[in-house]
């Protein structure tokens, strides 16, 4: 009796482990994690901003079917081909740019602990919320930076 008693204390101990594993989140990692997150966000804000100032140079033929060819019409003609491919061109080349960047950032800030802050944050909501802090605040400073430097 004593050894099944000791067995399922040794097994329930290791189910506990990974819930204590997500608790060694430290706020630095967070914070870390917070500039990947924003970085990838700042990339794709600055991504669609060139792309719809690369649409306002073009025709304004061209330019009033955007919309319909960027969500899966079919080109009507080849100047309409051409604008599209160019667009997805310009797209493709300037992700695979910041791909690389962007792993060399997560390589640098958080190596190997990337993947688990990542699930900490999805799993765990005592880890989001203290990530949403982090975040929150991170907006905060830019926003009285901004301010400050009259923007």
Known sequence: MKKLVLASFFLCALFVKPVF???????DDLYKYAVVQETLSLFQST???QVKEYV???????????ND????????????KTFIDAVNKMSSERKAEFTDAYRALIKRLLGSDYN?????VANDSDIKQRF???VQ???SAKDEASVSAGQ
Do not use: C
């Open 137 to 139: 605040a991170m907006h």
């Open 132 to 134: 949403n802090s982090i």
């Open 56 to 66: 306002e140079a073009q025709d304004p033929t061209i330019k009033s079917r955007y």
């Open 69 to 80: 060819l960027a969500s899966g019409e079919e080109p009507a003609n080849d100047a309409e």
């Open 47 to 49: 991504l669609s901003d």
């Open 21 to 27: 594993a997500q608790d060694e989140v430290t706020n």
């Open 116 to 120: 688990t802050i990542k699930k900490a």
